[in-house]
């Protein structure tokens, strides 16, 4: 048998975790991204002089197998991200009421979790109750579920209070699955929870990156992989795929290249468009959906920042807003999060201006932006429904097989999920190799 020559097709988080993988076991792999930039959905943005990025993306604790690639690569996580003690604060800006829920480095999981939700301000005798009763019924049933139903059909059921669902579970899932309550997934939902706060302490950390998506992730995965011999072209959109009787033609508008194993890591939109010879995998991603995610790049004078590094709010236009002064060395600049969203009406300007009226809100001496900048991904996410059919990393095809956070896995559309993704679909090569 020849020795395994890989194409990997898409230079995102999942192509890269791949890459990575099979280049640290010796394999030969050539990646192959349609853009001038590594990260899809993960990426720098140059604006003004500065790098912002395509969107915010929290990591956590529990993201294991994120931590464990970045390690490999040697990515200097020690300065490239912000590891902070799990600390919630959420503001509604019409009650101005303000829920902060900080859990201790010193108890072990879940007691640091129980010990938050005893002392958070911001909710009631009975909101706290109800909360902890839930946690304990998930400790319980191992936060798994008979059957799947919506995250808000299985809060109620659980008897969580409006307070609670506002304040605290619905921001936690627009930020984990950036799909709506009413149709979010509870056991996928329920699958991050059990794996923030059941096991280690340190799982609930929130870690904020300190730098861009691209130099954090993107750059360090793309060196490991050239530093072991593989090879990463930008620029380089794959046109076709080919079955050959011993592997795959590969065809850019460049080039045709033979290898012997694929591993496909477009985004589920563009998977029909490179696929016309392998018929079987245009049925697998028709039943998924997509969410957006909207950033608001507001900067303002340096001095101004937030009283923690994150802050939430709801009963707003705005979700999450990210000091990335204090994270990223970029004062004065504010990141606001717009998740899961109904398309927007009103122009960038309207829609910058609305999120200044409500920053307001938490800072009232803020005075107009200097400038502005929005950024939408229209497909940030599949929306992560209940009981999605999502496929899985081995295809029909002997040899090929597809990968991104999609695919069937325990984590909705989070960098970690991407990353699993990424890492199974490779080990499932190696393992057929």
Known sequence: MRPAKVAIIGGGVAGLSAAVTLAHAGVNVTVFEASSQLGGRARGVAYKGLTLDNGQHILLGAYRETLRLLALADAKTSTSLLRLPLSLRVTDL?????????????????????????????????????????????????FQLEQDQPLLAFLSLQKQTEPLIQKLWEPLCLAALNTPLQIASAQVFLNVLKDSFNQKTQDSDLLLAATDLTSLISTPFANFVTEHGGEVLLNAPVKQITPQSDGYLIATAAQSMDFSHVVIACGPHQLTQITSDLPSLHGLVEQLTYQPITTVYLQYEQHIQLAQPMQGLINSVSQWVFDRGQLCGQPGLFAVVISAHAPFEQTQQALADSVHQELLGLIPSLKQPLWHKVITEKRATFSCEVKLNRPNNQTSYKDLYIAGDYTAGDYPATIEGAVRSGVNAANLLLASA
């Open 94 to 142: 019409q009650r101005n009421t303000t829920l902060l829920l900080q859990t201790p480095r010193q108890l072990p999981a879940p007691l640091h979790l129980l010990f938050g939700l005893l002392n958070a301000n911001g909710l009631s005798v009975r909101d706290k109750w109800f909360a902890i009763c839930m946690m304990l019924w998930l400790k319980l049933h191992h």
